[in-house]
């Protein structure tokens, strides 16, 4: 009886919640909401546990912990495109573990909106929850969400898996889930399905109420943890503290309550205020001819001291703006600079500095010049203008100096000048680092935090002696107890015995020689303890003409297995690997890599990876490689895969560095498809002085 009346009592609610979209749509067809997007229990766009075919802004990241129903999320959500959202999950749920343990699981969402909001269209998505998982808590589903009023939205759609328990209706039995949390496709949209719907309503500008009918029955809880089901609709509130963060609280199924902390960071709104750098120089008009005859006729190029005072004033000017002066090359008509940017994390604004101090220190005859960017020894774009148009454009909008701006190869050889007293050059940094654990099945959430150092010493152009410490701040990475069991090499499975073995670690400490053998070719190698895990020496060559999307690169490296308590010491096992590699950008800072050949375990396979890009340089990527090494042997997950993820802490600083928070999360570490880490590699290297990478970020030109 209680269960007929569950099923009368969401049928009703349906129902109720069907009748306000044509009684919206009567009112007003089309509206401006005040409604923003909110967080569900899972992290991406929804009501409560039912989804929605919202999508947050482009770009935006949002990061939740809640609690409710005997589970405790995590939530990781990163706006992939302005129509996909990706969302990582860590799960730690009473009862639903093998045997009636908890459920310690490692998850991937996808949630695509097909359709956005216009006129009388509601927007519509696509999505999948817990693609990689062991089948708990994995759904599908298809939504739409229609604005009603500015202040009310309302939602309806169909699921399948656990969105499709309750009230189900359609035939056919849904395959079992992957036991050992392998990719779970042929589960997808099959089984019994069930409709679910929901509303939301903004009461002021804080404060958002929620209801949903929930097409998940919740038979796992039930039955595992005396979750006490009276009903199929949920109740939720939204409370906005700030623009970054919200409170959530939850009333599930007429008996539990729940609760979640939210915060989402949008990359185009920093929390600092912008403008912190120093203000570049204007540009300096050039005087009459009759104002300097000898300037614009070039007779001052029969002095020998001109030159070397032009290109001491260029590099005192240069430094103060936070960049040396490599090199240059000067004729009455034309000048050439090699610029190495160690301030701007937007090549396009440290070309705009430079453009500006060089109209100031160049005499008149010189209408030509050509700023070269030099990263790790290797002059990559050359950029050239007309000082004319410089002079003419300076208060115009970026595209109009871009239109007339000429990008090609930088040249290989020339009568450049290095500037005086820049080798050998010293640099260090401080940057934050998050190591996670390896998320074992069984495992709880291990972190540490703390504060990395790096140096390094230009010994000459291109040769480079460089060293990352890192010194724990806090964590609990030392309280894991995981023993690696795996039948294969233990080239990462052992991870662990690093992680707890000391909270000072060297991590890494190499020579590098970087060149550049032909035009648009590029060579590396790199000597020395090569990261936590790994000592030996890399080799690698690219080719990356500046106006191609297309690279491609091969890599070779013998490496040794570093020892787990001694900074300088080796374990027996070395190996020989190495990797051909195909880059292409596609634009829009989407950017998608594949690599094929030999990894550290001596498995044949290949990884694929996508990177976004944003023009202020966040950076969100996933990757997945498979190898011939069988599944049973890699462990839990099956395959490799993991997402990466680089802020810029300028954009929390408010004022120009090059230091990066770039944390790197898997669900599983196991041994098949390990490659060994090493640092400075070439593609990422040059891609950001290239056009591609210049014309994304142009408009911090004149900034």
């Known amino acids: 009886m209680a269960r007929m ?39 991406t766009p929804g009501l409560i546990d039912m989804p929605t075919a919202e999508a947050m ?24 495109t302005p129509r996909v959202t990706g969302t990582l999950r860590f799960t730690h749920q009473d009862g639903l573990g093998a045997g009636g343990d908890t459920l310690k699981e490692k998850t991937l969402d996808l949630h695509w909106q097909v359709l956005d909001e216009q006129g009388w269209r509601p927007a519509v998505a696509v999505g999948l929850r817990d693609m990689f998982g062991t089948g708990v808590n994995a759904a599908e589903y298809v939504v739409a969400t229609k604005t009603l009023t500015p202040q009310l939205r309302a939602t309806a759609g169909i699921g399948w898996g656990r969105l499709g328990t309750e009230g189900s209706f359609g035939g056919g039995t849904r395959p079992a889930a992957d036991p050992v949390g392998g990719l779970n496709a042929d589960t997808w949209f099959r089984g019994p399905a069930a409709a679910f719907a929901g509303v939301a309503w903004q009461a002021n500008d804080k404060l958002v109420l929620k209801a949903e009918v929930s097409s998940d029955d919740y038979a796992a809880e039930v039955a595992a943890n005396d979750f006490d089901r009276k009903t199929s609709v949920n109740f939720g509130a939204d409370y906005k503290i700030n623009n970054m963060a919200s409170v959530s609280a939850y009333y599930l199924a007429g008996s539990e309550v729940g609760f979640q902390f939210n915060i989402v960071l949008d990359p185009h709104q920093p929390p600092a205020p912008s403008g912190l750098e120093k203000a570049p120089l204007p ?46 090359q000067l004729s009455a008509t034309r000048a050439e600079v090699r610029l190495r940017n160690e301030t701007y994390n937007s090549t396009p604004q440290a070309l705009g500095h430079t453009a500006r101090i060089l109209t100031r220190a160049l005499p008149p005859s010189v209408e030509t010049i050509v700023i ?54 010293y640099r260090f940094g401080l940057s934050p680092y998050v190591e996670f654990s390896s998320f074992d099945p069984g495992q709880d959430l291990h972190a540490d935090m703390g504060i990395a150092l790096n140096g390094s010493l230009d010994l000459a152009p291109g040769l480079i002696l460089s060293g990352t410490l890192r010194q724990k701040v806090f964590g609990n990475l030392d309280d894991q107890t995981r023993v690696s069991t795996s039948p294969v090499q233990h080239v990462r499975s052992d ?24 035009e648009a070719i590029y060579s590396r190698v790199t000597v020395g303890y090569l990261e936590r895990m790994y000592g030996g020496v890399s080799g690698e060559v690219l080719w990356k003409p ?77 990757f997945a490689t498979l190898t011939d090494m069988s599944s049973s ?71």
């Open 546 to 622: 500046v106006d191609s999307r297309l690279a491609l690169g091969a890599e070779l490296d013998y490496v040794k297995q570093r020892a787990f308590d001694d900074a300088f010491d080796f374990q027996d096992y070395d190996t020989l690997g190495g990797h051909l590699s195909a880059y292409y950008d596609f634009g829009a800072g989407v950017t998608g890599q594949l690599d094929v050949g030999r990894y550290l375990a001596e498995d044949w396979g290949a990884t694929i990876s996508v990177d976004r890009q944003l023009a202020n340089g966040w950076s969100v990527g996933a």
């Open 5 to 43: 009346f569950t099923k009368i009592g969401k049928v009703s609610t349906l129902a109720l919640i069907a009748g306000l979209v044509p009684a919206g749509f009567a009112a007003r067809a089309e509206t401006t909401s005040t409604l923003g997007w909110s967080l569900g229990r899972f992290g």
């Open 495 to 518: 991870v662990a015995e690093y992680q707890k073995n000391s909270d000072l670690t060297l991590e890494r400490l190499t020579l590098a020689w970087y060149g550049r053998p032909a």
């Open 372 to 425: 070269t960017p030099v990263v790790n020894g290797l002059p990559t774009a050359s950029v050239s203008f007309k000082r004319s148009d410089l002079e003419r454009l300076e208060n115009t909008q970026s595209g109009e100096i871009l239109a007339r701006t000429v990008i090609g190869e930088a040249a290989l050889d020339g009568a450049f000048t290095a500037t005086p007293g820049i080798y050998p050059r």
């Open 633 to 703: 042997d890699f462990g839990p997950g099956s395959f490799d895969k993991g997402v990466r993820l680089t802020i810029p802490l300028s954009w929390a600083l408010g004022k120009p560095t090059l230091a990066t928070f770039h944390p790197t999360i898997r669900p599983y570490t196991g041994d098949g498809g390990a490659r060994v880490d090493v640092d400075g590699r070439l593609y990422e290297t040059v891609r950001d002085n290239h056009m591609g990478a210049i014309y994304e970020d142009w408009g911090r030109f004149w900034r």
């Open 57 to 80: 802004q482009d770009g935006e990241i949002a990061t939740s912990v809640g609690k409710a129903a005997g589970a405790l999320r995590g939530n990781f959500a990163f706006q992939i």
């Open 283 to 328: 540009v300096r008009p050039r005087p009459a001819p009759s104002a300097d005859p000898d300037g614009w006729s070039g007779a001052w190029t029969a002095d020998p001291t001109a030159a070397p005072a032009i290109q001491k004033a260029v590099a005192d000017s240069l430094k103060k703006d936070g960049q040396i002066l490599d090199s240059m």
